[in-house]
């Protein structure tokens, strides 16, 4: 009942925002500063491949805080040696992300860097997108939507796609639920361009993300259960021990149908899974194990 109860407020409350979603807040995006040509000698060369190689070094002992800290400060240094360097960019975006979500989102302290750091990936990936075609690059810098612009990339955009939106719907949530929909169309016909060229990127992330995208939508505005629980259950049939999305399943679909049983059987199913049983993203799988735990705690106040 207490769960009905708050979505029932929340719908009433996204009727009132629609009506000024107008008034939600933009941000400049990146891409005029990502084109420059750079031509490196050998120190720099030198050094940017140091840098990068330290990166990737503390980026696999992420899990623990100090060394994703380390992973994204030796790419921001990289990228300051050489802006052209898309997959530095991406890799930061990613790097950001991940940072945020798995380390500032639990201390309540940093609720500025939090948010401060979603933006920043948002514009890493950006610098990304930008220096990877200069026919985006120049769509964009003329004024072109995004979801317009995109028609001249392929599928090798599609990874700092995904973490410019990722990034950009935990920025939008913090910032206010009328700046979340005024970037609702953009992030669809986005995850739509990676679901097309790109489906199994990161665990079928493109899947899991309209599974979020439907769920925490109102229905006046493009949101459907239905469709969301389709998508989430294509990412969990392809990559069923990355755990984030039985995560997003609990938080965003089983809480707003009031599924207490679906909540609990897939926080169950996160905390019982070895973190350890897919090596590539055990930092993934332990942080998702701690907003497990955070959830299940809650859930007589969620429901």
Not at 43 to 60: D, H, P, V
Not at 179 to 189: C, G, I, M, P, Q
Not at 231 to 256: C, M, N, R
């Amino acid at each position: 009942m207490k769960s009905s109860l708050k979505f029932g407020h929340w719908i009433a409350l996204a009727c009132m925002v629609a009506v000024v979603a107008g008034c939600g807040s933009t941000r400049e995006g990146a891409w005029e500063t990502s084109s420059e040509t750079v031509v490196l000698d050998e120190s720099g060369k030198a050094q940017e491949a140091q840098l990068l190689a330290a990166a990737q070094a503390a980026w696999q002992q992420r899990g623990d805080e100090a060394q994703a800290l380390a992973a994204v400060e030796n790419w921001k240094k990289a990228v300051e040696i050489n802006p052209t360097n898309a997959q530095a960019w991406t890799d930061l975006s990613h790097a950001l992300y991940f940072y945020a979500d798995c380390t500032l989102r639990f201390d309540e302290a940093q609720a500025d860097k939090y948010k401060a750091t979603h933006e920043e990936g948002i514009g890493a990936a950006e610098h990304a997108l930008a220096a990877m075609s200069s026919a985006f690059s120049d769509r964009m810098a003329s004024g072109s939507l995004i979801e317009n612009a995109i028609e001249v990339l392929g599928p090798p955009a599609v990874p700092a796609l995904y973490w410019r939106s990722s990034n950009l719907g935990r920025w939008a949530i913090l910032e206010s639920f009328a700046t979340l929909l005024s970037y609702k169309d953009e992030v669809r016909a986005i995850m739509q361009f990676c679901l097309d060229n790109d489906p199994e990127y990161w665990y079928q992330a493109p899947d899991r993300y309209f599974g979020i995208f439907f769920a925490k939508a109102p229905a006046f505005s493009g949101g459907d259960m239905t469709k969301s629980i389709e998508h989430f259950q294509v990412s969990i049939d392809a990559a069923p021990h990355y755990l984030g999305t039985h995560t997003f399943v609990a938080e965003e679909w089983a809480i707003k149908e009031a599924d207490r049983p679906m909540f609990e059987e897939q926080l169950n199913f996160v905390l019982n899974t070895d973190p350890n049983i897919i090596p590539a993203i055990v930092g993934e799988n332990t942080c998702e194990q701690r907003k497990a735990k955070i959830l299940m705690a809650d859930a007589d106040d969620l429901f």
